[in-house]
Structure formats: structure tokens, C-alpha cells
């Protein structure tokens, strides 16, 4: 029988997960806590050492503030799982406060598809229909028009890393590109020279009786409501309208909608994204999110990027083990990239850690396997 059908026959089994590693399941109480101790028969594979700790309870807080609170006051140890947004309120805690960069990429993702883009109306009639943003001038002049570093200061308060990228820094093959310059007297000429002008005189420039009025679609998480809104009067100057439109929509996967879902990433009903992703630290990660291949539901290149120059360096990067070959054409994919506006990098989360002084062997972890990822290291001095 299948786990499913396990546990059909014993709802008690999924309060009895098992585990593995140097800590092992005791008990499970959903949305309270979960208790672990010591598995006596792991070892660690370097020092040959035991797991140092008895066990450790995981508590579930409820929101960020709870578990600071509860830190403060010397309920928990250890906080986990907090953003940017924290980082502010945490500064006087000193070197308690562990912050670092992490592989999660906030960027705005244009809709490149030149027939799939937003289906929201009346958006759509007013623009006299099109896909915008497939034409390579509005994805260039949205990226001059974007002030990445007033959206650091201004809206991150500086938590966080500005992006010039989507491959991380800290990737083997990462290559530095030159930033876009917030320069919104270029970005205005960018348009005018690829045929978008105000024709009619309302502020927003047309191309082939097409107006530049964009879906800007997300989350609901105010800083991205924020951002977007900052960025859109910034937009405005140069004819650019953009629409915000925030909800529960844009991550429903391609099981689970159709092409009447608007504002989703699987069914390409959008102008342009903002969100994020954990940046892969292997090349190969990259041919999933921009070949042309690898379209919804065979793949994550949501924006359906079509750039036989760019595919050309993927196939290369996924045909070989040659590690020099994979560095080259990794370089030559970052630099098409930057060159065609592929999509505009923001910034890397700031990933944030509460640890108390009286834990020991506690080594922060960019990567998703988190910041316990040396969970049978830890100590706790009485």
C-alpha cells in the first residue's frame, strides 16, 4: 500500500513522522510544536562525534514579532525564518543578530510572449490589446526607470543586497554585469526610439495602436505593493501606466488553473511579475527558467523567453561535465541576459537568525537547507 493509503487506514500515523539524520521525531503537536531528540545512532561523518544535544522543540510562533518577543525574554534560543522586515527591530540585539544574504532573488519577471500576456480587464480593451512588454524597448526602459537603490533605502531599509543578476554572487560561475543606471531621460528615448510615443496626449505612449498600460502582478506582501507603486510613478514620467494587481492568483500551478486564471505565472497571464526565487548554485539551473523548451507545463520559464543565442549556451551548459566549458557559456547566458532585458534584477533577501549567546556551533546557511543544517553540532552552555 501506498502512504496515502496507510494513512487513510491510521490518521495517528502523520503525528509519528520519521526521521533521519542526527535528530529523529518524538512527538508533533500541529501548529504548537514539534519535539525531536537524539538519534544515537548518527555520527558525524567528519568528526565521527555525536549528536551534542538531548532534543530540540520547535516552536511555532505564530508571526515574526511573537518569536523575537519570546527571544528577548529568553523563551527560545534560536529564531529562524526571519526577513528583512526584522532587520531594523533586531539591531540592538548585537551580535545575536545574525544577517546575511540569501539565494532568494526578488526581481520584476516581464512576460516576454508576444500572444500570452494579461488577460485583466478593462485593462486590456484600453490598450487596444498586444503584448507590450514582448517588444525588447518597454523591458529595457522599465529597467532604466527603476531605482533600484531608492527601493534599498527607501523601502528595504537597506536589508537586503541590490541585484545585478540572477545568479548569485556566491555561484562558482557567477559573472559581474554592469548595472542598469536609473536614468529616466534614456529610458524615455529608449521608447521614442523604438516607435512608442504619446500620440494623443493622455501620458501614455503607443506603438501600432497599442498603449503601454501593463499589468503589474504579485503577492499581497506590502513591500511588494510598496515597490511596485514606487516604481510605477517613476513609469509614469516616462508613459508608462502601470496597474497593480496583488492576490493569491500568481503562484497556482498549471494543475490547478486554466487560461481564464488571471494574473498566474503558469498560464502567462501577465505583463510583468514581481517575486522571487532561490538563485541555483549549478549552472544547470538555469536551463529550466530560460529555454525555449521549457514552456508551462514542461518547465519554469514562465516568462517564455525565445532567444536562440541564449538557448544555444544552455544546451551547451546542459550537454557537458566540462567545467570550463560551463563556465564560458554561463558567462555568455548572463551577458545575453543583461544585453536583452531578459527580466530586471531588484535585490537578494536578507536572511535573519536570532542565537542566543549560549548556543554553540551555530553556522549560517544561504542555501534552502536553512540555518540548522549542522543541527547535530549545536550546543547550548547552562
Known amino acids: 500500500p501506498t502512504w496515502l493509503d496507510a494513512l487513510a487506514?491510521?490518521?495517528?500515523?502523520e503525528q509519528q513522522p520519521v526521521g533521519t539524520g542526527p535528530f529523529k521525531f518524538e512527538s508533533r503537536t500541529e501548529g504548537v510544536e514539534t519535539v525531536m531528540v537524539r538519534n544515537d545512532k548518527w555520527k558525524n561523518p567528519y568528526s565521527g562525534e555525536g549528536t551534542k544535544l538531548d532534543s530540540i522543540k520547535y516552536v511555532v510562533c505564530g508571526d515574526p514579532d511573537t518569536c523575537i518577543a519570546k527571544f528577548r525574554a529568553g523563551e527560545l534560543d534560536i529564531v529562524t525564518d526571519l526577513d528583512g522586515n526584522?532587520?531594523?527591530?533586531?539591531?540592538?540585539?548585537?551580535?545575536?543578530?545574525?544577517?546575511?544574504?540569501?539565494?532568494t532573488y526578488e526581481f520584476f519577471r516581464p512576460n516576454?510572449?508576444?500572444?500570452?500576456?494579461?488577460?485583466?480587464?478593462?485593462l486590456k480593451t484600453t490598450r487596444g490589446g498586444g503584448c507590450p512588454v514582448s517588444d525588447p524597448a518597454i523591458r529595457k526602459a522599465i529597467a532604466q526607470a527603476t531605482d533600484k537603490t531608492a527601493i534599498w533605502s527607501r523601502i528595504l531599509g537597506e536589508a537586503g543586497v541590490i541585484a545585478s543578476s540572477s545568479v548569485t554572487?556566491?555561484?562558482?560561475?557567477?559573472?559581474?554585469?554592469?548595472?542598469?543606471?536609473?536614468?529616466?531621460?534614456?529610458?524615455k528615448k529608449t521608447l521614442t526610439d523604438a516607435g512608442w510615443v504619446d500620440s494623443d496626449g493622455d501620458g501614455i505612449v503607443e506603438k501600432d495602436g497599442v498603449k503601454a498600460i501593463l499589468e503589474f502582478c504579485t503577492t499581497m506582501k506590502a513591500v511588494r505593493k510598496s515597490t511596485i507603486a514606487y516604481v510605477a510613478g517613476d513609469l509614469a514620467k516616462i508613459g508608462i501606466k502601470a496597474v497593480y494587481n496583488g492576490g493569491g492568483t500568481i503562484f497556482a500551478p498549471w494543475t490547478e488553473s486554466d487560461e481564464t486564471l488571471s494574473c498566474n505565472l503558469s498560464r502567462g497571464n501577465f505583463d510583468v511579475a514581481l517575486h522571487?526565487?532561490?538563485?541555483?548554485?549549478?549552472a544547470v539551473s538555469l536551463y529550466g527558467v530560460y529555454h525555449s523548451?521549457?514552456?508551462q507545463p514542461d518547465g519554469q520559464n514562465d516568462a517564455k523567453v525565445n532567444d536562440p543565442a541564449l538557448d544555444a549556451e544552455l544546451d551547451i551548459i546542459k550537454g557537458t561535465i566540462d567545467l570550463d566549458k560551463i563556465a564560458a557559456?554561463?558567462?555568455?547566458?548572463?551577458?545575453?541576459?543583461?544585453?536583452?532585458t531578459v527580466e530586471i534584477p531588484l535585490y537578494y533577501w536578507m536572511g535573519i537568525e536570532l542565537v542566543s549567546d549560549k548556543v554553540g556551533g551555530f553556522l549560517s546557511n544561504p542555501t534552502q537547507a536553512g540555518p540548522l543544517w549542522n543541527a547535530g553540532d549545536l550546543s547550548l552552555a547552562n
Open 9 to 13: 487506514a491510521d490518521p495517528t500515523l
Open 86 to 103: 526584522s532587520f531594523a527591530t533586531t539591531k540592538d540585539l548585537g551580535a545575536q543578530q545574525k544577517a546575511q544574504s540569501v539565494f
Open 112 to 122: 516576454h510572449s508576444a500572444d500570452d500576456c494579461s488577460i485583466l480587464e478593462p
Open 169 to 187: 554572487p556566491d555561484a562558482w560561475f557567477f559573472k559581474e554585469q554592469n548595472p542598469v543606471k536609473f536614468d529616466l531621460v534614456a529610458a
Open 276 to 282: 522571487a526565487y532561490s538563485s541555483g548554485i549549478e
Open 293 to 295: 523548451t521549457k514552456f
Open 329 to 340: 557559456a554561463a558567462a555568455k547566458v548572463q551577458d545575453i541576459m543583461a544585453a536583452t
